[in-house]
């Protein structure tokens, strides 16, 4: 094997491996059991009626997030089957659930000046989770410019918003445009919308994480190399991300694990198949991906046939949770309005 | 185990044990050596030059047509890696050949009134593959009613086309709008373009299948359930296909398979590992393949991530060699410009 | 000038002057005060809280037939500026308000089976709102079909759809599709939904004209060239219209109009003026024309500039009032996630 | 009548009354003869096989300026009927004169660093011409980035681009985010491309300007409230611009000069007539535009039928000119395979 097909092989088993951009995904990839970490603090709420759950992880040391692969801060993830269905009156519950949780991360008040951020390729069905719901955003900043300013009372904060673009469209940096941007009109808070990949198809479609710690080289759909967070852009960076695809080479890879766990199983005490299950190695599963997965590899996704459709109520469920924190003086009826 | 859910089981193992819409791989399941086969013909030719290659499979009796669960007729399989790449002089050579298999399978002349059919769902990416590709077909009947018969050397073939939509957008089977359209302008020839499941991801996107038996129930991406043939419709029925999929039970299924046959090798004389190997039953199988698909199951697709380009570029190609079959008399630039 | 150029001529001028889509033009030409006109009734209601006006025309005879150049039967224009707006509480009292007067208009019972057919060019943005109202309509027959007739109490209807292009993207007429289709499923009634044009700019996008005298050549944005009538389809036709655009001529030619009827009151008791002015003929207007809009002529339409985001309103409302009338054992909200 | 509306009043007349995006519109505005101005300078080239004319317009100095109401500068016209058509062969001459216009214009050569911008809004399809050309527009800088810099032989020029949106989406001027964005990446040139309106609908999607004097505030199918140019961003900046539009008031305006024009001639010598055709006044002109296009008056667009097709084809050809002039080591029809 030479180096450049041992590199990109290196590459996909870290990434079918180990890397998820969803926290809870992380912890549960460091033990099954609900066992305590030192550094990881979890504590989970039900919203039994539409059987929401609420997963908060805070990362608090160092510790935890050498363990979980992930900066100290705030992931809070929000699961509900019905998010991806067509069901208005849970997606309802869901937006107010979603501006709450936002509004504790967040914690603007009517100074806040916020841009808005649609990571992803709006050309790319399940990329396009970003770029969708920020144009369906209420961005005001520019009426306040026109204007003057409104009344106090109209209780409008400043809000602008982009569409980047990915590197490919653009020959920049997502990190580039978004910090010249930054340095022009000096938001004091950025709110970053992103597909993200799953380990599982459980979550994909049915799971928002909000986090106060940005969006980190590799996370999403597509790659990104540089991060968009308090450090490099000098703003606090929330992110939103949804797990829209399963990487093609996760499913493969699960399916190998699932099925040697079940002869394991079986096996019982036959040590010779044991220790044969045991000595598949990692380089002998990825020859097996590559197998099943010729030509393509690292760029095959899995998908639910109506990925349109639910790209469109996932963005909207987004957009009207920022418009509702973002906009406290307006009705929900006044909000939703503003979906196209 | 309740019966309907007993019965949900039995289509998913059906789907994904036995069935493919490629003759081709039918063809490979029997056998995957190149013996032969009574009632069936493989004859394979190459166009070395951009890697295509042509497979013509012709089931000749019902022992061929049992063998490989596919009607009596002619098979023809194109397969070309650059058909799915940004490659336009490799397309112009790929249309040509695929106009030439078409003309010797369909025998259209002057006199030949054909309707173009594009099956699938057009919102659906994967699956709009028919739909898009009728939108670049020329279309020319109307000419002919609405300013008489043109000059005959005008060489203009009476083409008419229609995109059907799919049972969930009508709430009527694709059979029968087409046999009322058909019934009321009485054509010649019909030819019926769908997307297809491959069972591999090499021959995703990279194939295209046509063959004179019309469409089967069942087929597609989506489900039909009542054929286009010419023995349903009266009319001969030419079927153009092209593999944008592979549903993800079907890789997870592989997966399983290839890793078990892997185990078997290693195991070598070790009968036990062997035997428990055979054990592995397909109920066991498909439990696994729920477990990691869940919740989806029969509904999760594997694509490639730019699905949305290589659809446009299969349907121009697809448009553009029925163009250049069905009006000789164009030149291949003036037949490209109706592109959009 | 020759004779094809002759021709056209005709053609223009009877477009800009003679013809409109809505009865209530119609009879706004025959004279503009409400004086009676022998064999037709009009009849105002007004919805006060938002502004809605609900003109029904009834032509009862020949004469009235004559004097509008419409057939005889029921015309309903439900005019309101709200329709064109982001205004979710008025959509919803519009669209109760032509659920009723469909239900009026068309008559369905349990047993009704309706065929909805979305005519124009979905790749036209004004011409798209018969197509893009379908793909919301709740379609429901194959239902039926797949599981065996639903408990009565369900009260679902038998709905199905079909968006059948235009001739040039079919190289059929309208008429035979339908005429196909209708032959092999045999609906009880059909509802047909057109983009249409109007002569006022006050009217595009906040108009709603339902009919029970079909569809009729020469109608639409496009051109049809056969109707689609009770007499030509052997089923009734309800007719829904919206006009989404003025032909630009129109614009040319009533300004014109209004320039010279200006100057007449300008110039008083000045014969010489008026003489001048009343001898400006027909000819001398359409140079002017050809002149002002050279080299398009008859293919310019005036738009407002948000057509993308009105059309989808528009059809969202058409959408939920068919939704409403044909499943009336639905709830509103039920009705409305429908929509997409 | 109140402040505000006169405001408005006074918008809209000089609207109608006076701009337009194109230099050649205002050197004919002057005055229609080909009578010299001072400080004008104006060459016209023909291409005859494909009827192009192009037009160049320099202006000088202050005078020049003055008179033509736009800044010092090279405004290059190129009109051609058949851009608007799809005609493939006179298209890529309209790319090759264009892309060697493009080059006299902007001077690159291999160590330019080059920014495309795509003004306009994408959702608004006459508006959309930049962002569409800009999506086709082979970005190259994150090649260099990625790979350290390729071989001088390559020939790969640095570009990059970016599709900023409007006001209305972002809540920032475009002027910000490009400044924001010119800061950090500092490029040596940019190029922006924009939907321009038109004074009159022969030129409407048959025309390109070029100019090296940037895009000025208040042009463009869009309001820009600040320009982009060399003195407002440090970098030269080269316009790339398509009328694709008339406004509707502008229809009625010339139809009302025209039929004036018309009348003062058919009037002869009666003085009558001609003095009070000549006291019709601008308050009076204006009245009559907002009775005619009543309820919209400044917000109707007249755009041809079938103008997304022709949109696709005009940001196609620009986006070729683009790669030609900027990456002169490929060929032709490597670039073209770069459209989508």
Chains 1, 2, 3, 4 share one sequence.
């Not at 692969?69 to 998010?83: A, D, F, H, Q, R």
Request: hydrophobic share 40%.
């Amino acid at each position: 094997m030479n180096n450049s097909s041992e590199d990109k092989l290196n590459k996909v088993e870290e990434k079918y491996n180990v890397r998820t951009d969803l926290a809870i995904e992380a912890r549960e990839m460091v033990s099954e059991e609900e066992t305590e970490i030192k550094g990881i603090e979890v504590v989970v709420d039900e919203l039994e009626d539409i059987d929401l759950s609420v997963t908060r992880v805070n990362i608090l040391d160092d510790h935890g997030a050498k363990s979980l692969n992930k900066p100290i801060g705030s992931y809070i993830t929000m699961e509900c089957e019905l998010m991806k269905q067509n069901a208005p009156e849970a997606h309802e519950e869901i937006v107010r659930e979603l501006a709450k949780q936002l509004g504790d991360l967040a914690k603007v008040d009517k100074d806040t000046t916020v841009l808005i951020v649609g990571l992803g390729n709006r050309d790319v069905t399940p990329d396009s989770l970003g770029p969708r719901a920020v144009s369906n955003v209420l961005v005001t900043r520019h009426l306040f410019k026109e204007f003057g300013e409104p009344d106090e009372d109209d209780g409008l904060n400043k809000v602008s918003a982009i569409i980047p673009g990915v590197m490919g469209q653009t020959g920049m940096e997502t990190f580039e445009i978004i910090q010249g941007i930054v340095n022009k009109i000096k938001p004091n808070l950025i709110i970053a919308i992103d597909a993200l990949a799953s380990r599982r198809t459980t979550r994909v479609n049915s799971t928002i994480q909000i986090a106060d710690t940005g969006v980190h080289p590799g996370s999403g759909v597509g790659n990104r190399r540089k991060g968009l967070t308090e450090e490099s852009l000098g703003v606090p960076v929330i992110a939103i991300g949804v797990p829209t695809v399963v990487d093609a080479a996760t499913i493969v890879n699960d399916t190998m694990e699932e099925l040697l766990i079940e002869m394991k199983k079986q096996a019982k005490e036959n040590t010779d198949i044991v220790d044969m299950i045991n000595s598949f190695n990692e380089q002998e599963k990825y020859q097996l991906i590559k197998e099943v997965l010729y030509p393509y590899v690292g760029n095959l996704f899995v998908t639910p046939k109506e990925i349109d459709a639910v790209i469109k109520r996932l963005s909207n469920i987004i957009a009207s949770a920022l418009n509702i924190m973002l906009q406290p003086n307006l009705e929900f009826d006044e909000i939703t309005k503003f979906l196209s």
